[in-house]
């Protein structure tokens, strides 16, 4: 297992989560982190990204500003905090590793190379 997601759980609308992802150290120390999500019926869709160097952040417009992504290089670890809940945040999240990938290809499904087994994540109205 490269990926390893966990954190997910049911929430009550405004709430908060703090979803995780450990990756080996081959992966984690040169690749661009991130998570997706894909709710029923929906294709995935990128939720935030952060570059493996430089520590830059990226974010789908739906999120910003209510998530936070943070990587713990010494744990190789990337964070996902997510506040303020919505109902239509709820899917099943989904860690990913890229590497190389360029700034106009981040948000982009087939640019990342490993993918977490998936968390789910629901928010109750």
């Known amino acids: 297992v490269q990926l390893q997601a966990s954190g997910g759980g049911l929430v009550q609308a405004g709430g908060s989560l703090r979803l995780s992802c450990t990756a080996s150290?081959?992966?984690?120390?040169?690749?661009?982190m991130g998570w997706f999500r894909q709710s029923p019926g929906k294709e995935r869709e990128f939720v935030a990204a952060?570059?493996?160097?430089?520590?830059?952040?990226y974010y789908a417009d739906s999120v910003k500003g209510r998530f936070t992504i943070s990587r713990d290089n010494a744990k190789n670890t990337v964070n996902l905090q997510m506040n303020s809940l919505k109902p239509e945040d709820t899917a099943v999240y989904y860690c990913v590793a890229a590497y190389g990938v360029i700034l106009s290809r981040i948000r982009v499904v087939e640019a990342y190379d490993y993918w977490g087994q998936g968390t789910q994540v629901t928010v109750s109205s």
């Open positions: 150290a081959r992966i984690f120390n040169r690749y661009t």
């Open positions: 952060i570059a493996w160097n430089s520590g830059h952040t």
